[in-house]
């Protein structure tokens, strides 16, 4: 237990605030780590309105012994010198709150020919960036997407996507954010296993997502499962074993590995701490390897 205690996280979902209390019964629960929501990127380019958030932020994680990660806002994409500004103070929040990853959608277009001046600008604004991460000893993560309702996939949704983007920047502070409950719904929908989407990109996660959803919600057998929930929405963020993702058969590659395992439940899907940390014991095990420091 003391081990997927180390590695085990929880986000705190979005436009909730993060406060001592809140904070305090994630890590009485179990939990070593915690994601948070960034500010919105007005507020991440404000130097002054960015530093008094983030550090109020510090304060109420300084009551925890709980590890930190960022998620930047989902709507911001580099390229741009707005963005680009953006993302810059992203990064100085993530180090005022000792925050060892950012969590940042890449490659979140659509695959045609008018994204590609987009895509261009986007890497060589995250080759900069990877670069001032590294002073600041942060991580940026890209995470694997996918449609949240049934519709065009962006390229992201292709996890090998974005080890081309990170060995074509080639920064140790640029890895990959799996998302295995992103991967379930995309690897349902093209008709093949989740271990084959994932395994190509294990080397390269520093960090893993993950929730349980009912997949691309073809199969009958997901039908008695949607009188709950919103019956055409993919990206549902159940917690583990709500849903028909095939925790069996990729535990062992998630136990085998050594990064942070954060809990991505939304409400009104989401138990209490306590029952969402024993969720995630019953679908990972209890046997999963200690960190490595990123």
């Not at 510090?58 to 741009?80: I, S, W, Y």
Request: proline letters at 9%.
């Amino acid at each position: 237990m003391e081990r997927l205690r180390a590695r085990a996280g929880l986000s705190v979902p979005h436009e909730w605030w993060s406060s001592a209390a809140l904070l305090k019964s994630y890590e009485a629960a179990g939990f070593g780590w915690v994601q948070l929501h960034s500010p919105p990127t007005s507020v991440l380019r404000a130097a002054g309105e960015c530093l008094r958030h983030a550090g109020a932020v510090r304060g109420a994680l300084e009551t925890t012994a709980l590890d930190p990660v960022l998620h930047a806002p989902g709507d911001l994409r580099v390229g741009g010198r707005d963005a680009d500004r953006a993302f810059q103070g992203l990064l100085s929040y993530a180090s005022e709150i000792g925050a060892s990853q950012v969590v940042y959608h890449a490659r979140a277009l659509p695959d045609s020919s008018p994204s590609d001046e987009l895509l261009r600008k986007e890497t060589a604004s995250l080759a900069g960036l990877a670069w001032r991460a590294e002073q600041l000893g942060v991580t940026i993560a890209v995470e694997n997407l996918t449609p949240v309702y049934p519709g065009p996939e962006t390229i992201s949704a292709v996890p090998f996507s974005l080890r081309g983007l990170v060995q074509r920047i080639g920064s140790e502070h640029l890895g990959i954010c799996l998302d295995v409950g992103h991967a379930h719904v995309t690897a349902d929908a093209r008709h093949t296993s989740l271990e084959r989407l994932i395994e190509p990109v294990l080397d390269l996660v520093t960090l893993f997502h993950v929730h349980d959803n009912l997949g691309a919600r073809r199969r009958s057998a997901a039908v008695t499962l949607s009188q709950e929930h919103d019956p055409l929405r993919l990206d549902l963020h159940l917690p583990p074993g709500r849903g028909n993702l095939p925790f069996e058969r990729i535990a062992g590659l998630l136990n085998r590995h050594r990064a942070p395992l954060v809990l991505e439940v939304h409400p009104p899907n989401r138990p209490p701490p306590e029952e969402l940390y024993a969720a995630l014991t019953r679908a990972i095990g209890p046997g999963v390897r200690e960190p490595t420091p990123v």
